[in-house]
């Protein structure tokens, strides 16, 4: 008989696939990485990193995940219908401090540190390596992290760890998959995946809810 996971249990998964998944991307793009920019995001996820990991013990974690589904097809849904995506230009230190900080609660939270810098990298005139450079070494710093402290509060139980073992091999063949996908892309049509994944992981959060016990 399966044994149901905890809340907790459930994120230490999310945040280990997630930091796997990083990986094969950071290699492609860490040259192109900017240090004083990816520290406006992540000092400020530092305070929250400490936030998400005390609301994972009191928020209800259903609520959480549908909050941020319909979030996610709202925006990936308003921009793939527009023409083209809205770009910002200009550097704006505290709304980067603000996203930092979100990206640090929802990391600890649920996994997604990823999902603000997105949406945020998304309306950048950046090309697409620049990007990456900017989301997968936040990710994976905001992600380890999160995993180290669950660590040392005991999370990583013998069910999390029997779900590891399967689960990060097929993650690793996937994030290579993904790696050879975004070489043969465009800077344009790379923006445009990004708000097309977002739509499309809000929808199958949203569909998994309503439809699996």
Not at 146 to 173: C, D, K, N, R, Y
């Amino acid at each position: 008989m399966l044994q149901v996971m905890t809340p907790v249990e459930a994120v230490v998964i999310a945040i280990v696939l997630s930091i796997v998944s990083a990986v094969p991307g950071l290699i492609v793009s860490y040259k192109h990485i900017e240090p004083k920019r990816i520290a406006r995001f992540l000092v400020p996820a530092l305070v929250g990193i400490p936030i998400g990991l005390y609301l994972l013990t009191i928020v209800d974690g259903q609520a959480l995940k549908l909050v941020i589904a319909v979030f996610l097809p709202f925006y990936g849904g308003f921009f793939l219908l527009r023409r083209g995506l809205p770009k910002v230009g200009a550097d704006y230190l505290l709304l980067d401090a603000a996203i930092g900080l979100g990206s640090g609660v929802l990391g600890a939270l649920a996994g997604l540190s990823d999902v603000l810098p997105t949406v945020w990298a998304s309306m950048k005139p950046w090309p697409k390596l620049k990007i990456r450079a900017l989301l997968q070494p936040l990710s994976i710093t905001i992600l380890s992290i999160s995993a180290i402290a669950l660590l040392f509060q005991g999370a990583f139980t013998e069910p999390v760890l029997l779900a590891l073992l399967l689960a990060v091999p097929v993650s690793l063949i996937a994030s290579q998959i993904g790696v050879t996908i975004f070489k043969r892309l465009s800077d344009a049509q790379f923006q445009t995946l990004l708000i097309a994944l977002i739509l499309l992981s809000g929808i199958g959060i949203i569909l998994r809810e309503l439809f699996l016990p």
